[in-house]
């Protein structure tokens, strides 16, 4: 399979857009010093769509390129995407779960646990955000 650099650049600018959303936006403490600044990247959540887009693509494009034949490949193809996948996301969440200890055992860092938190249940505060607010403000 050809490796498309372009989609490489897409998906760098969306891991790009959500970090900066967890900092800024979505870190309380951040928001409440850095108003102004913060105001700048509100929309950096959509980062999150982005990648949804580039899956979209690239799922189809990569079995298009492997030949891929649902009665035969699909659960190669799902061990592979867990074999790959699962490791980093049981690593982040325990990194995750563990700077949530400390920074909740730490005096002053209340507000770096609770951005740690959302980070860790992003999927329920985007979904609750896209109920709940427009996109257009």
């Known amino acids: 399979m050809k490796r498309l650099e372009s989609i490489q650049i ?6 790009t857009m959500v970090m900066v959303h967890h900092f800024t936006y979505a870190n309380p403490g951040f928001a409440a010093a850095f108003p102004t600044f913060t105001g700048l990247f509100r ?8 990648f949804f887009v580039i899956s ?9 390129s492997m030949n891929y034949r649902i009665s035969d ?3 190669p193809f799902l061990l592979r995407r867990i074999v790959r996948l699962e490791p980093a996301y049981i690593v982040s ?3 995750a779960f563990a700077l949530t200890f400390v920074a ?3 005096p002053g860092l209340w507000w ?3 951005a740690f938190a959302r980070g860790i249940f992003a999927p329920i ?12 403000h």
Not at 43 to 50: D, F, K, N, R
Not at 56 to 64: E, K, L, N, R
Not at 125 to 136: F, G, I, Q, T
């Open 104 to 106: 909740t055992r730490t």
């Open 93 to 95: 969440v325990f990194v």
């Open 125 to 136: 505060s985007l979904s609750v955000r896209l109920v709940s607010r427009p996109l257009a």
């Open 112 to 114: 770096t646990a609770a």
């Open 73 to 75: 490949d699909a659960w």
């Open 43 to 50: 929309y950096c959540w959509l980062g999150v769509w982005m």
């Open 10 to 15: 897409m998906r760098g600018i969306a891991a």
């Open 56 to 64: 979209g693509f690239v799922i189809p494009y990569a079995m298009y």
